[in-house]
């Protein structure tokens, strides 16, 4: 599954590293955002992995 060529689970796997930066560092508070943006983003965090996987075990 690609999107212009592109690994959809490839994309997802980077946006999934982006977004563990983000919690580790607003979690830790290096980074200091309101904090509501933790959660939020945590939850689409768990989201966002668990398409990654599912798409990446369907096309092995
Ligand atoms: C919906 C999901 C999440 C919620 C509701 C949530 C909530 C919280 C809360 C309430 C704290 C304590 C902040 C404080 O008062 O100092 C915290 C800390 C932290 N969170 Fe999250 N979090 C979520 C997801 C994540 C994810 C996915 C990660 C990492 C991938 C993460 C990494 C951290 C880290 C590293 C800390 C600091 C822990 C410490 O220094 O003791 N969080 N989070």
Do not use: D, E, P
């Not at 980077?14 to 977004?19: D, E, P, T």
């Not at 830790?28 to 990446?56: E, P, Q, S």
């Amino acid at each position: 599954m690609t999107i212009a060529g592109v690994s959809i689970v490839l994309l997802l796997g980077i946006v999934n590293l982006i977004l563990v930066v983000f919690q580790v560092s607003t979690g830790k508070k290096w980074v200091k955002v309101h904090f509501a943006w933790h959660r939020r983003l945590g939850l689409l965090l768990l989201f966002t992995a668990l398409i990654h996987a599912v798409l990446a075990y369907l096309s092995r």
